[in-house]
C-alpha cells in the first residue's frame, strides 16, 4: 500500500480549508466546483484502491506516530482493507452525488453560506473517511467525532432559525452520550490489551487475553457507541429532528454516511461480537424494536422528510438486526444498497420540496408526478427498492437478512416481516399522496411546479440506476452459484456464513415476503390514489405524535437534569459557593471597619497599644513558649 | 551585693516611666518618663556587665581581659543618643506650645489623618 491513500481524506480536508477560509472570496461556481472536485478526486482514488484491493493487495499504511507511551503505540495509521474499500466508495461516491445536487439545491444562498455549506460538506466527508480508514479505534475516533460535529454544523446550518439549533444541539448531544460509550470501550480495550489497532486486537491471543466478560462489557459498550451514531433505541431522536438541515444534507448524514457508522463499527469489530451471545441477542432486539417503532411512526407522518427519516431509522434497525444475528455481510451488503435508494429518495424529497417552494408537508402537494417526471419515475425506482420488490437493490438486501432472521429466530423474524410490510405501505402512501391525484397546493405552488435543473435530476438518474443493479453483487446463491460476490469479497473480514435451509425453504421465504409486498402495494394504492382527509383514532394520534417518546424523555431525564441544574444554581451555586465568597469579603470589610477605629490619633493609646504588645511578648517569651 | 537587687529598681524604675508616659498629659512629663526608662535600661546594663565581668574573672583568675565592659560602653552610647533626643525633643515641645499654647499630648491627634 502506498501512501497516496492519505490523499483520500486530504483532498476533502483540502476543500474544506479553502472553502472555509476564502469563502468571503470566492463565487458560488467556484465554491461548487472546489467542493464537489475534491470529492471526486477522493472517489477516482477511491476506485484505484477498490481496484488494489480486489487485486488482493491491502495493508496498513503508517503516517506517523500519533500517541507513544509506555508500552503503548498509538501510530496515525490508515487501514485498506475489503470493508473499508467498500465504505469509501459509498462515502465518494454517494458523497460526489450529493455535492453535485448541493449546487443546485443551494443555489439560493448568498456565496459566503454557499461556500461554508461546502466547506461543512468536505469536512464532514474527510471526517467520514478518516473513520473508515483509520487502522485503530483512536483514529476511528477523530472521524467518529468529526462526524458528530459536522452534522451539529450542518443541522443547525440555517443558524437563524431557534428550532433548527435546537435540533442541532439534540443531534450532538445524543451523540455525545453514544460517544461516551465507545471512549470507554477504546479504554477498557488498552487496559486490557495496551493496544487499539485493529490487527493486533483481533488476534487469536489478544481474544484469548480476554475474559468473557470483558468481550462482553467493551461489545456492549461499542453498542451504545452505535446506537448514539445510528440512531437505534434509545438514542434514535435525534435524527428526524435532524431533518432540519438541508434536503441534501439529510441524504448525505442520515441516509448514506454518517448512521452507517455505527455498522461499520460493529462489522469491523464482528470477531469480538462474535463472541459475545450476550450482546448479540441484546442487539438483535434493538434491531427489530427499532424497526417496528420507527416504521409504524412513519406510517403518520405527513412531512415528506419526517417520513423518510423514520424509514431511515426503520432500516438502520433492519441492519442491527442483522448484524445480532451474526449476518455482517448483509448488513454491510444493506448498508450499502440502502446508501444508494435512501440517498435517491431524500434527494428526490428536495426536488419537490424545491419545486413546492419549500412545502413539505405531503397533504398539500398531489399530481406532482405530472410536472416531474424524472422525479417522479426515480422516486418511484427508490420505493420498489425500499420494499423490497424483486429484481430491485433493496430485495437482495433484505432478503439476505429476513433469510439470517429466519433461520436464528423465528420471533424476530415475524416482526421484520411486519416491518418489511409496514415500510411498502408508508413509502408507498407517500409516493401516492406526492406524485399522484389531484394538486392540493396553493395557485400560485401549482404554477410554479417545475422539474429541477440538470444538476439535480442527473445525481437522481445516476442513484437510480444504482439502486436498481446495486443488488446484483450479492445475488443469493439459490439462484446462482457463486452469486454472493460481496460475501467472498468480504470473507477475509467477516468469515463466510452459510445458511442452513433447503432451497425450496427459501424460495418459499421469498415468494411470501414478494406476495406480502405485492398485496401492501396494491392496498396502498386503493387506499391512496385519491386524497382524501384522514381523522385518527387513538392508535393514529399515538403514532403521529411518535410514540410520545420525545415528551417521555422531556418527562424523565430533561426535566430532572433541569431541575437539578436549577438545584445547583440556587442552593449551591448561589447560597453556597457564592456565599461563601461574599461571606469572606463581608467579614474582612466589617473586620477592618471595627479594626480602623484604633487608629483614634491619640499618642497615648498607641503608647499603650505597644506596651500591651511588648508585655505580650514578654509573657510569650517567658511563660508560653517552652 | 547581689544582681537581684539592681533588677528590681530598674524594674521599678521602668514602670514608673511607663505609667507616667501612659497616664500623664503634660508633654513635659512624658518626656522625663521616657528618660527615666532610658535610665532604667542603662542600669541594668551596668549591673549585667558587673556581674559578668567578676564571673569571667572567677573562672580564669590572672588574665587581663576587657571582657564584660562592653555594656557599660552602650550606656555611653544611650545617654549621648538621650541627649541628642533631649535637644530634638524640647526643641518640639517648644514648637508645640508656640503653636497651641499648650503642652497637652491630647491635643496631638492630627496623625490620625
Redesign the interface.
Known amino acids: 500500500m502506498s501512501k497516496i491513500v492519505a490523499l483520500v481524506p486530504l483532498l476533502p480536508l483540502l476543500g474544506f480549508l479553502i472553502n472555509g477560509l476564502l469563502r468571503k472570496q470566492l463565487s458560488k461556481t467556484a465554491a461548487g466546483i472546489i467542493g464537489s472536485g475534491t470529492v471526486l478526486g477522493a472517489f477516482i482514488i477511491s476506485l484505484l484502491l477498490f481496484i488494489d484491493v480486489r487485486n488482493g493487495k491491502t495493508g496498513v499504511v503508517e503516517l506517523f506516530p500519533f500517541i507513544s507511551f509506555d508500552t503503548v503505540k498509538i501510530p496515525f495509521a490508515f487501514l485498506v482493507d475489503q470493508l473499508t474499500a467498500i465504505y469509501l466508495l459509498i462515502i465518494t461516491g454517494v458523497g460526489f452525488l450529493i455535492h453535485v445536487y448541493s449546487t443546485a439545491y443551494m443555489h439560493d444562498e448568498e456565496a459566503p453560506h454557499f461556500a461554508r455549506y461546502f466547506a461543512y460538506l468536505n469536512l464532514f466527508v474527510f471526517s467520514m473517511l478518516l473513520l473508515v480508514l483509520g487502522a485503530n479505534y483512536v483514529i476511528m475516533f477523530i472521524g467518529w467525532e468529526g462526524v458528530g460535529l459536522c452534522s451539529y454544523l450542518l443541522i443547525g446550518y440555517w443558524f437563524k432559525n431557534p428550532q433548527y439549533n435546537n435540533a442541532a444541539k439534540k443531534a450532538f448531544v445524543m451523540n455525545r452520550i453514544g460517544d461516551l460509550g465507545f471512549l470507554l470501550a477504546v479504554f477498557w480495550l488498552l487496559a486490557k490489551l495496551s493496544t487499539v489497532t485493529y490487527g493486533e486486537v483481533f488476534s487469536a491471543e489478544s481474544v484469548k487475553a480476554l475474559s468473557k466478560t470483558d468481550i462482553t462489557i467493551i461489545t456492549l459498550l461499542f453498542f451504545v457507541a452505535a446506537t448514539g451514531k445510528s440512531a437505534q433505541i434509545p438514542l434514535y431522536t435525534w435524527l428526524p429532528d435532524a431533518m432540519a438541515g438541508p434536503t441534501p444534507v439529510s441524504a448525505l448524514i442520515h441516509a448514506a454516511t454518517m448512521v452507517t457508522a455505527g455498522i461499520y463499527l460493529v462489522a469491523r469489530t464482528n470477531i469480538l461480537f462474535s463472541m459475545a451471545e450476550t450482546t448479540q441477542h441484546i442487539i438483535a432486539w434493538v434491531g427489530v424494536a427499532t424497526a417496528l417503532l420507527a416504521a409504524t411512526i412513519a406510517v403518520k407522518q405527513n412531512d415528506i422528510k419526517k417520513v423518510l427519516a423514520y424509514s431511515t431509522v426503520s432500516q438502520l434497525g433492519y441492519m442491527f438486526l442483522a448484524l445480532g444475528m451474526g449476518a455482517y455481510t448483509a448488513a454491510v451488503f444493506h448498508v450499502m444498497t440502502h446508501a444508494f435508494f435512501k440517498a435517491l429518495l431524500f434527494l428526490g424529497s428536495g426536488s419537490v420540496i424545491h419545486a413546492m417552494g419549500g412545502e413539505q408537508d405531503i397533504r398539500k402537494m398531489g399530481g406532482l408526478g405530472k410536472h416531474m417526471k424524472i422525479t417522479y419515475f426515480t422516486f418511484l425506482i427508490g420505493c420498489l427498492a425500499i420494499a423490497g420488490v424483486p429484481l430491485f437493490s433493496g430485495f437482495f438486501s433484505k432478503d439476505a437478512i429476513l433469510l439470517s432472521a429466519y433461520e436464528h429466530n423465528k420471533i424476530i423474524w415475524g416482526i421484520a416481516l411486519l416491518v418489511a410490510a409496514l415500510t411498502t405501505f408508508y413509502m408507498f402512501r407517500l409516493l401516492f399522496l406526492t406524485f399522484k391525484g389531484s394538486f392540493r397546493g396553493t395557485e400560485e405552488q401549482h404554477h410554479h411546479l417545475h422539474e429541477s435543473p440538470r444538476a439535480m435530476t442527473l445525481p437522481l438518474i445516476v442513484l437510480a440506476i444504482l439502486s436498481i443493479i446495486g443488488g446484483y453483487i450479492s445475488v443469493p446463491e439459490v439462484f446462482i452459484a457463486g452469486g454472493d460476490q460481496l460475501g467472498e469479497f468480504l470473507a477475509p473480514i467477516i468469515p463466510l456464513h452459510t445458511h442452513a435451509i433447503t432451497h425450496a425453504e427459501e424460495y418459499a421465504l421469498m415468494g411470501g415476503t414478494t406476495l406480502l409486498v405485492a398485496i401492501v402495494i396494491v392496498f396502498a394504492w386503493s387506499k391512496y390514489k385519491t386524497y382524501k382527509e384522514e381523522t385518527n383514532g387513538a392508535l393514529g394520534n399515538l403514532l403521529e405524535n411518535k410514540w410520545y417518546v420525545d415528551e417521555l424523555y422531556n418527562t424523565i431525564i430533561v426535566k430532572p437534569i433541569n431541575w437539578l441544574a436549577g438545584f445547583t444554581d440556587t442552593v449551591l451555586e448561589r447560597s453556597g459557593i457564592d456565599a461563601i465568597v461574599n461571606g469572606v469579603g463581608k467579614a474582612v470589610q466589617y473586620g477592618s471597619r471595627q479594626l480602623r477605629l484604633l487608629q483614634s490619633g491619640q499618642v497615648g493609646s498607641y503608647v499603650l497599644l505597644m506596651i500591651a504588645g511588648m508585655v505580650l511578648l514578654f509573657v510569650l517569651q517567658f511563660f508560653l513558649k517552652k | 551585693m547581689p544582681v537581684n537587687y539592681y533588677i528590681f529598681v530598674a524594674l521599678a524604675l521602668f514602670s514608673i516611666g511607663?505609667v507616667g508616659?501612659?497616664t500623664r498629659?503634660n508633654a513635659i512629663i512624658v518626656f522625663m518618663c521616657i528618660e527615666i526608662m532610658l535610665n532604667a535600661v542603662n542600669l541594668l546594663l551596668v549591673a549585667f556587665s558587673k556581674m559578668h565581668a567578676a564571673a569571667y574573672a572567677a573562672a580564669a583568675p590572672g588574665t587581663v581581659s576587657g571582657t564584660g565592659i562592653d555594656g557599660q560602653l552602650f550606656v555611653f552610647f544611650i545617654m549621648v543618643v538621650a541627649a541628642a533626643e533631649v535637644s530634638v525633643g524640647l526643641a518640639i515641645i517648644v514648637m508645640m506650645y508656640r503653636n497651641i499654647h499648650s503642652v497637652d499630648?491630647?491635643f496631638?491627634?492630627?496623625?490620625?489623618?
Open positions: 511607663v508616659v501612659l498629659r499630648i491630647n496631638l491627634n492630627r496623625l490620625k489623618h
